[in-house]
């Protein structure tokens, strides 16, 4: 009878040192999976902050276009950020440096960060000038305009035979891209179509 009981005690030793080995391991893995969860919530705080930070150069963007004169949207504009052309070419969108050409930064000091949101406005247009103007006549995306509102025709409106009719003056397309770079290596892009009339 002693002798099993002491080969007993000496099999318990090995058993407990490898649960010991088991347990500091498993301990280790959730102390760095606890780590990686928080640094992961840590970066999309981040990024969200970012990206409603990019808002203000979309904001700033729409307030020019909005109270611009027409006619000076037919023209670039590099003062406000504005270009009068959007180029179809895949290779010239957003992570080209030709499409952030003329491009503003507007900067906002009222949070503890100073903010710096880089943004530029493109007319949805192969050229410059008039939207229905031209020789060959100016391609813009256009929408028509929303039913019940009445508009007045005026010199300029396009009355050839082959021009889309619409309900009233079309609506032109702009597009606003608006791109923050964040101190801790964080980029975000932004963009917003808006469709005012010509």
């Given at each position: 009878?002693?002798?099993r009981?002491?080969?007993q005690?000496?099999i318990a030793?090995p058993?407990?040192l490898i649960?010991?080995?088991?347990?500091?391991?498993s301990?280790?893995?959730?102390?760095?999976?606890g780590?990686?969860?928080?640094?992961?919530?840590?970066?999309?705080?981040y990024?969200?902050a970012l990206?409603?930070?990019?808002?203000?150069?979309?904001?700033?963007?729409?307030s020019?276009?909005d109270?611009?004169?027409?006619?000076?949207?037919?023209q670039?504009?590099?003062a406000?950020?504005?270009?009068?052309?959007?180029?179809?070419?895949?290779?010239?969108?957003?992570a080209?440096?030709?499409?952030?050409?003329?491009?503003v930064?507007?900067?906002d000091?009222?949070?503890d960060?100073?903010?710096?949101v880089?943004?530029v406005?493109?007319?949805l247009?192969?050229?410059?000038?008039?939207y229905?103007?031209?020789?060959?006549a100016?391609r813009?995306?256009?929408?028509a305009?929303?039913?019940?509102?009445?508009a007045r025709?005026?010199?300029?409106?396009?009355?050839a035979?082959?021009?889309?009719?619409?309900?009233g003056?079309p609506?032109?397309?702009?597009?606003?891209?608006?791109?923050?770079h964040?101190?801790?290596?964080g980029?975000?892009m932004?963009?917003?179509?808006?469709?005012?009339?010509?």
């Open positions: 009878m002693m002798r009981s002491a080969l005690r000496g030793l058993v407990m649960m010991l080995v088991v347990m500091l391991i301990s280790i893995y959730l102390l760095r999976s780590n990686s969860t928080a640094l992961t919530t840590s970066n999309l705080a990024e969200t990206t409603k930070a990019a808002d203000l150069g979309i904001h700033t963007a729409y020019w276009l109270t611009a004169a027409k006619e000076t949207l037919w670039n504009v590099p406000q950020g504005y270009v009068a052309t959007m180029s179809e070419d895949p290779d010239k969108g957003p080209s440096s030709e499409f952030w050409a003329g491009s930064f507007v900067e000091d009222d949070g960060d100073d903010i710096r880089e943004y406005i493109h007319r247009c192969q050229f410059a000038g008039a229905n103007g031209g020789t060959p100016n813009c995306a256009t929408t305009a929303r039913q019940g509102i009445t025709t005026s010199v300029g409106d396009s009355l035979s082959d021009a889309p009719t619409y309900q003056k609506q032109l397309h702009y597009v606003i891209t608006a791109r923050i964040g101190k801790r290596g980029n975000v932004n963009q917003a179509v808006v469709m005012m009339g010509p």
